[in-house]
């Protein structure tokens, strides 16, 4: 019984609790904190770097594909590939029996309207010296045949011609090095037919000049006025490390291409063929005295699949910017964007940041 009693009156207790005046706390209760804070800073203006590294890749100095003029069937093949070979010196022989052929009935052609032509002009001065006999020759046939032997002389000029044309096109059966250089690539053996063919075929051989070598590096545009071109760049191959060099820019192509980047090239000696076309290098490039770019903390961008952007403070309220990186060093990276010096930015900023997001 006295259990009982206990247990009512704890039962009455909590009844009572119950019908209290507290309320349910709301959590989405609007008049709680309306902005959140995040850690805040500003644009910097100031020279990230002295120079700007690029990388560069060598190319040969002078390269071409090898084509025939005209189609044969390869002879005689006197290069390989890695021979070294001299401006003029014989490559490839090629046969042609057709050509051969033609020769030989231009040749009789032209050795034919030649005889017509003797034959012509010995005719016109045998009636021009009977002309001298008045009334022994009328004068139309002198015409005659003052006409019938320029027209055999021409004709037989006309057939000179062709022989030689058809000498020229069987010299193009010889094929000769435009330059000095090494055949680095070698597409056919004895006994191939050939043809002449477009860029896109595969030629016979490969020519290139490595004496002398161009490392081609190109400038992304947002550089392109802040190098100093007239300056001289120092360079290091990947397969070299360590062997550093220092060398000016022979040439620039003084636009941008459809990447948006200008292509400078340095000459590079290669008297000893250490250096190798293709081989890569990191080039560092002098900066503009004074050339200064917009720095941002690593941490302020935000990087996703489709954009790159900054979180600027307008007002309280986030904006979205747009950017692009340049170099970067180990605290901050330069960007180009619709921002200046000074500007207010989020440090430590991450997507969930969205446009029109109360910043305190």
Known sequence: MKYR????????????????????????DPKGPSTVKYQTGTVSEKALSSYARLPGQLQPFYDVNIFPKVNGFVKTLYVDRGSLVKKGQLLVVLEAPEMESQLQAANSRYLEAQENAVASKEKY??????????????????????????????????????????????????????????????????????????????????????????????????????????????????????????????????????????????????????????????????????????????TAIVRSTEREYVVKVNNGKANLVDVKEGLASHDSTEVFGNLKAGDNIITVANDEIKEGTPVN
């Open 5 to 28: 009693i206990i247990f009512i009156a704890a039962i009455t207790i909590l009844f009572a609790a119950c019908s209290g005046n507290h309320k349910p706390v709301d959590l989405s």
């Open 125 to 298: 001065e045998r009636l021009k010296q009977a002309a001298s006999e008045p009334g022994s020759v009328s004068p139309l046939d002198i015409d005659n045949a003052l006409s019938k032997m320029k027209a055999d002389e021409a004709m037989a000029n006309s057939q000179r011609s062709n022989v030689e044309a058809v000498r020229t096109m069987e010299d193009y059966l010889k094929i000769y090095a435009p330059f000095d250089g090494m055949i680095v690539q070698r597409n056919i053996s004895p006994g191939t037919l050939v043809s002449p063919g477009k860029t896109s075929d595969q030629p016979m051989l490969i020519l290139q000049d490595i004496s002398k070598l161009r490392l081609e590096v190109y400038i992304p545009e947002d550089y392109v006025d802040k190098v100093d071109l007239s300056q001289p760049v120092t360079f290091t191959y990947n397969a070299l490390p360590g062997q550093a060099q220092t060398a000016t820019i022979s040439r620039s192509a003084n636009a941008l291409s459809t990447l948006h980047q200008e292509a400078v090239e340095i000459d590079v000696a290669n008297k000893s063929n250490q250096l190798k076309p293709g081989m890569y290098a990191e080039v560092r490039i002098p900066m503009l005295s004074g050339a200064k770019s917009l720095l941002v903390p690593n």
